[in-house]
């Protein structure tokens, strides 16, 4: 959908949003926008350019770049969250983008980006939204619940991939994990209402943006992924690059880091060079390359010169970012 749009710009607290062309506003969606409160409200200036007011509310990627989750509120969130995006984009275009998907630091609600084109531009998305699930999966933080994170990477290469699919099996998944309550204990949590917010406020994003963390010396617990298997799936860990906060999972046979929006790996840090490093796969090995980036990479304390290869536990820095490579194992 982002094909049809000339211009996403956020500037002074609204965001500016652009159609290539002018013939491609739909009015009938714009009214479909303006009475939904889930999508963020646009402000129509000229047939074609659009205004929105995020009212101090953080973008999707800078929520999950702070906040790491517990086990039941990790799938309070995502479900939370896959339930509202199926709903308003049963009808409307939903742009499928965690940069601008909007929440506020409580994490209690969401808000949409939604664009007024033609449905030509934005019926099938289905790409769309496996980037979207891909991107939770490298990037949702968890201390426990990391069977949340392996069923979403499976869920990503699965042939009959929708969001749908994926709202039902983080469901399943739940009931698989959650321990067995009694018939009143069931009955009590029907009647509540169950809705995610976080136990603290993260920063604004500019706050964020200027908050820089003492990368942690801690190696980071493993992840087990066994029971994710009873889904139909086979238990196989891919090869993955793990901080204390977040895990990347290495998939086909190259990919790039840095700080660009359309690097495999997007790093949030000032020291990080826009194409950092590359990575890339051949027979099943991994290898790494510095891009000449102005900080360097590291790899187990050696300043890397050349291609060298990743092998299990090796420690690697990308400028001020710390990393432990995982191999893959079936």
Known sequence: MLQGLEEIREQDGFLHV??????????????????????????????????YELGGLLSLSCFLG???????????FLIQLLEHIVRVNRNKPVVMDVRYIYLPPQGNFFRFLCVPLNVEHWYLQK????????????????????????????????????LTALLQGVLI????????????????????????????????????LAHVEEPSQTKPPAINLEKTSVLGMPVQKKACL???????????????????????????????????????????????RDLRSRNGST????????????????????????????EASG
């Not at 009015?27 to 047939?47: A, F, G, V, W």
């Not at 046979?253 to 890339?280: F, N, P, W, Y």
């Open 18 to 51: 652009r159609l290539r062309r002018e013939e491609d506003f739909d009015p009938y969606i714009y009214e479909q926008i303006r009475m939904d409160e889930e999508c963020l409200q646009p402000l129509q200036q000229q047939k074609h350019t659009f205004r």
């Open 66 to 76: 702070q906040y790491r989750f517990e086990r039941a509120e990790g799938y309070c």
């Open 127 to 162: 790409e769309e939204c496996r980037e979207f699930a891909q991107y939770l999966a490298g990037h949702f933080q968890t201390q426990e619940a990391y069977e949340i994170i392996g069923f979403l990477v499976r869920s990503v290469h699965g042939p009959e991939f929708s």
């Open 173 to 208: 998944l739940r009931e698989l994990y959650t321990p067995k309550q009694s018939f009143w204990q069931r009955l009590r949590t029907k009647s509540q209402k169950q809705t995610f917010a976080a136990r603290i406020e993260v920063l604004s994003r500019t706050d964020a």
């Open 242 to 288: 793990q901080s204390d906060t977040q895990t990347f999972w290495l998939q086909g046979t190259s990919m790039e880091i840095g700080r660009e929006q359309d690097c495999e790996i997007c790093l949030d840090s000032a020291q990080v060079s826009k194409r950092h490093l590359r990575l890339r796969c051949e027979q099943g090995r991994w290898y790494a």
């Open 299 to 326: 790899l187990n304390g050696k300043r890397m010169q050349r291609e060298m290869r990743l092998r299990e536990g090796m420690v690697l820095m990308i400028a001020d970012r710390r990393f432990v490579f995982h």
